[in-house]
């Protein structure tokens, strides 16, 4: 493309970024914001009175640290686990002859479009049974729900693209299918685990339905439905609100920032849940 | 082989970690006690900290788990909960009449009668406790008293050369003179959101325009001359208030009185604190007055109470709610927001009169605080009403806040949605035993 | 190598390798790879059964009582719920709500998104920064989203508000979310902003492998720049674009969050999808066997959806 068409760009990459950017620029800048200064109108678009009173109050107030901390826990139990049972079954999928195989294939990609508020009621009664509401690895399982078959579906293509030649070598070498797995198809793999796994772990952290439900004592509560509860039926207040908005975002920024180029593998092959 | 026992040695790891994520095991003899309550401002939230650590200080075999939902989610939260098979042992300030009698009515509740002689019967405020008698038993314990009042800036009254308003008439003069959408202010917020406090504040107009929602018979009676005559008046006011309030509950009516936006808003004493914390330029202009009437005086009265689930740690849910009665306890609840509940108990009323707040704001506390004898609950409208074991359906199904959406927000004349509204209420209730 | 040689090929080699395992000993190694290949596949089917296949039938098993929130049994009342629920105005009403509310906010993330993808397409400087910029609603949790655009919409003291009346635009505040003629269009913004970037993406990374010689073959031709685009890049990513389409459709449609949290399906019932029905059914108004029913008519819409998919991809084989 000729570059003489860049200066005509600029105005449209401009209206891109205020579309996509200014909500976040809001949120970071109400945060640091006091809460007179909300309410004004007209608005000041860069705060009057800069303070950090709601990030200390986030967390010397309210349990902020300890939502985060469970979100934490619970997600990354729940990518884990998604990730060896997923790739275990993927890795079938690419790899083996088994009779059914491509019918299986499809029942993942249905099990991945379930929607949530049809498991919601039967889970929370099963989980009664089972005495896993109210706990921690009970919401974990619950997020394989949608986790297990994305990590399938993504995973087995990725297995399909990594050369059959360096496996074939290792048997010939005489190590078993499962040596060759963990030997030459995992560190193959490595970046599209890492790409899979952070979806997994994305899905995981803005779930709310099943959060909601099956976790009821505070204790244990994870961020999405924690911070639905700052908007307190009496209360708003939006610096507080604001800060926990940005600090919950601040995760998956990081982690976005650090595999940018391999996002794609993930987007791409996963369809993408939202 | 070596290979395979690391794979499986992953897994494990894997299933260790996600074991290591449940909740720990406790002591046997502890008994774990999950503590339920709306009342989820952050200085509150400490409050009940607090209370719990001052608890674990003299009882040491009990452990309060404080759990939190808001006021419109809380019913459904219970429900979840009640599915799941473990509702929590004790709930506090639900103020649902209507659920906690139906759960009376299915034996889920512990009889807190017993309680009440241990603390001291007298020294309760009589008519509270008999609100929460329901089947022979006292389902709950009562501890605050509210209702909610007008509260007026004073400056943009003085402004305008009008009085604080007592009547529907004045005060729909007074929020028409006041709403100037170009400064960005509004006369009125009347709320018409899917929410209880929708709920509530078209409940009072029906009440002040002499209606009734249910008749002395418990028979339906929302498609009368009252209700059209209060429905039109309420979507009146309407005009005079933000053009958001199709969304209004609670913590909205509130927020734009706080924020300067509205020169009048319907709320309960909560506001003092909010003030307190967020605009304390407006106490000065501040003051409150009863709700004005068409033709009645009329508010609605509600409880914050303690409820006692039936389960294997009743006994020490029990105790713990007899901590929390105690004077010092009781008034350490209400200190966040103080002048938003009044106390059932006789002995904690003289701390609150201290309240440095409450000194200071006679113009705000006085009609929060002071008796009054027109205050309705929704589930005995008047001393002849029989106690309406409906309510609780009729709620569950948002009627008279769907009615006022249609009204304010659809545009449906008054007389064909108050009619529509009577025929659901009907059928919400038809099958409804006592 | 097509992925059927390559299996072939594979099996064979595994043949080998199973000879030369046994010779080893090794008890793994014993078992023939349609073995190995069930034993790797069961950790997944044993979640599927437990966490998904199970729920299903359970779900329908509900689905068939009446039963109160409060009641620890039932009613057998067989499809009493499903006749209730298509005699009932609400269930057409929030199905109608849902159709719409997903074909709106794939339509246009769909267009948007493509036109975001060819711009992102285009040299200019900064333009990874930007690229990775466009990623952010989308790593955003659900309830941030939510929370942000509460406070942008806000009538009182919201700055979208005050910039449209402030330019002149509109004379008084819209009441985005709680007017029942704005509030579905205030969620299907929101809706679109949050997953933009996935189409981005996907329609992107397309873009960047279409040969660049067909771009040049058709100016030698003398073909505009439109029907270029046309002829080109539209033939090039329309099979990206619908199956993207569908996938995305089908996730909108499931979507529970967004729309709950903004305005819990209200005013006036304008934006009560179906995901919504189900929780006040089962939560608002204890009636589980109903919101089940609503819930299990949902699966079979979706299992429509997917059959268009299936077939599609039958159709093209990749």
């Avoid at chain 2, 314990?141 to 003085?158: A, E, H, K, N, S």
């Avoid at chain 2, 927020?255 to 319907?266: L, R, V």
Wanted: aromatic share 12%; proline share 6%; glycine share 8%.
């Amino acid at each position: 493309m000729p570059p003489r068409n860049a200066a005509r760009l600029y105005p449209l990459v401009l209206l891109l970024l205020a579309f996509v950017a200014f909500p976040l620029y809001w949120m970071a800048s109400t945060s640091l914001k006091p809460q007179t200064e909300v309410f004004r109108v007209p608005p000041t678009f860069v705060p009057e009175t800069w303070t950090l009173r709601h990030y200390v109050e986030l967390f010397w107030l309210t349990d902020f640290g300890l939502l985060f901390v469970n979100s934490l826990k619970v997600c990354l139990v729940s990518t884990g686990l998604a990730l060896v049972v997923g790739s275990l079954g993927a890795y079938a999928l690419a790899r083996f002859r088994v009779r059914g195989k491509e019918a299986y294939g499809r029942l993942v990609l249905l099990a991945y479009m379930f929607p949530g508020a049809l498991l919601v009621i039967p889970l929370l009664l099963l989980f009664r049974q089972l005495g896993l509401t109210n706990s921690h690895l009970g919401l974990s399982l619950a997020y394989l729900t949608f986790a297990v078959p994305f990590v399938m579906w993504v995973m087995r293509d990725f297995f399909a693209s990594v050369p059959v030649d360096l496996e074939e070598a290792a048997l010939i070498d005489g190590a078993s299918r499962l040596g060759a797995l963990w030997d030459v198809v995992l560190p193959q793999a490595v970046p599209g685990l890492i790409a899979t796994g952070i979806f997994a772990f994305l899905f995981a952290w803005n779930e709310y339905l099943f959060a909601l439900i099956l976790i009821s004592d505070e204790s244990l509560r994870t961020l999405p439905p924690g911070m639905m509860r700052f908007v307190s039926t009496t209360d708003t207040n939006w610096g507080l609100i604001m800060a926990a908005s940005t600090l919950a975002t601040l995760p998956m920024a990081l982690a976005f920032g650090l595999i940018q180029r391999y996002l794609v593998t993930g987007l791409g092959a996963g369809g993408v849940k939202g | 082989m070596k290979r395979r026992e690391l794979l499986a040695a992953g897994l494990l790891g894997g299933f260790g970690l996600a074991a290591g994520g449940a909740r720990p095991a406790r002591a046997q003899a502890q008994a774990t006690i999950r503590f339920l309550t709306p009342e989820t401002d952050p200085s509150q939230v400490r409050v009940w900290q607090e209370l719990i650590q001052g608890f674990a200080g003299v009882n040491r075999t009990v452990t309060i788990r404080p759990e939190y939902a808001s006021w419109d989610d809380l019913v459904r939260k219970i429900s979840a909960d009640l599915i799941a098979g473990a509702p929590p042992e004790i709930v506090a300030g639900s103020s649902r009449t209507g659920f906690m009698a139906s759960a009376a009515r299915r034996n889920l509740l512990v009889d807190l009668a017993p309680l009440v002689d241990e603390l001291g019967r007298d020294d309760f405020h009589k008519p509270s406790l008999e609100a929460w008698h329901y089947n022979g038993i006292q389902a709950a314990i009562p501890y605050g008293m509210q209702w909610p009042v007008l509260w007026c800036r004073t400056d943009l009254f003085q402004e305008a050369g009008l009085a604080l308003p007592t009547t529907w008439d004045e005060y729909r003069a007074a929020a028409e003179r006041l709403t100037n959408p170009s400064r960005g202010i509004y006369g009125a917020c009347f709320p018409a959101g899917r929410t209880w406090n929708t709920e509530i504040q078209s409940s009072i107009t029906i009440w002040a325009a002499g209606g009734h929602i249910f008749d002395e018979r418990l028979n339906v009676s929302l498609d009368t001359p009252e209700v059209r005559r209060a429905m039109t008046y309420y979507a009146e006011m309407c005009r005079f208030s933000p053009p958001d309030i199709g969304q209004y509950g609670f913590r909205e009516a509130s927020a734009a009185y706080t924020s300067g936006k509205s020169a009048t808003t319907f709320y309960w004493g909560r506001v003092l604190s909010h003030l307190y914390q967020q605009a304390p330029d407006l106490l000065q202009k501040t003051k409150t007055v009863h709700i004005p009437h068409g033709g009645k005086r009329a508010t609605s009265l509600g409880w914050d109470e303690f409820v006692v689930y039936r389960g294997r740690n009743s006994r020490a849910a029990l105790e713990y709610v007899k901590y929390l009665m105690q004077p010092r306890q009781v008034y350490m609840m209400m200190e966040p927001v103080i002048a938003h509940v009044v106390p059932t108990r006789n002995s904690v009323l003289p701390m609150l009169r201290q309240h440095e707040w409450v000194q200071k704001n006679p113009d705000i506390v006085t009609t929060l605080i002071e008796p009054i004898d027109f205050g309705i609950s929704a589930t005995k409208e008047s001393p002849n009403h029989p106690f309406n074991y409906k309510w609780d359906a009729f709620q569950a199904r948002n009627i008279l806040p769907d009615m006022v959406q249609r009204i304010v927000l659809g545009r449906e004349p008054v007389a064909l949605a108050v009619e529509k509204a009577h025929k659901e209420a009907v059928e919400a209730t038809r099958d409804i035993r006592q | 190598m097509a992925p059927n040689e390559a299996e072939a090929a594979l099996a064979r080699e595994g043949g080998a390798s199973w000879r030369a395992a046994r010779r080893a000993g090794g008890l793994l190694a014993a078992l023939r790879d349609q073995h190995l290949g069930v034993i790797l596949l069961l950790p997944s089917a044993l979640t599927f059964l437990v966490l998904l296949v199970f729920p299903l039938g359970y779900g329908i098993w509900t689905s068939f009582f009446q039963r109160h929130v409060l009641d620890p049994e039932g009613v057998w009342v067989g499809l009493g719920n499903y006749v209730w629920l298509f005699g009932n105005r609400e269930f057409w009403h929030s199905l109608t709500i849902s159709t719409f509310w997903a074909g709106a906010t794939v339509g246009l993330q769909i267009v948007l998104g493509t036109a975001v993808a060819l711009l992102l397409h285009q040299p200019f400087k900064g333009r990874s920064l930007v690229r990775g910029l466009v990623l952010f609603p989308y790593m955003m949790p659900v309830v941030s989203v939510v929370l942000v655009w509460m406070l942008l919409y806000n009538a009182l003291y919201g700055v979208i508000n005050y910039l449209l009346v402030a330019s002149g635009i509109v004379g008084a505040p819209i009441a985005w979310l709680s007017d029942p003629d704005s509030a579905f269009w205030g969620v299907v913004f929101v809706g679109v902003w949050k997953y933009l970037p996935f189409v981005v993406v996907i329609v992107l990374a397309r873009l960047q492998v279409i040969p660049q010689d067909l771009y040049e073959a058709a100016r030698i031709d003398g073909a505009g720049a439109v029907a270029r685009f046309l002829d080109i890049t539209l033939h090039q990513i329309k099979d990206v674009l619908l199956v993207v389409a569908l996938l995305r459709t089908i996730f909108m449609f499931n979507n529970f969050e967004i729309v709950f949290l903004l305005t819990g399906g209200g005013p006036l019932r304008a934006t009560m999808t179906l995901p919504i029905l189900v929780y006040e059914q089962a939560f608002g108004t204890y009636e589980l066997g109903r919101g089940s029913a609503i819930a299990v008519v949902m699966f079979f819409l979706l299992i429509a959806v997917m059959s268009v998919y299936f077939a599609f991809l039958r159709k093209e084989p990749d």
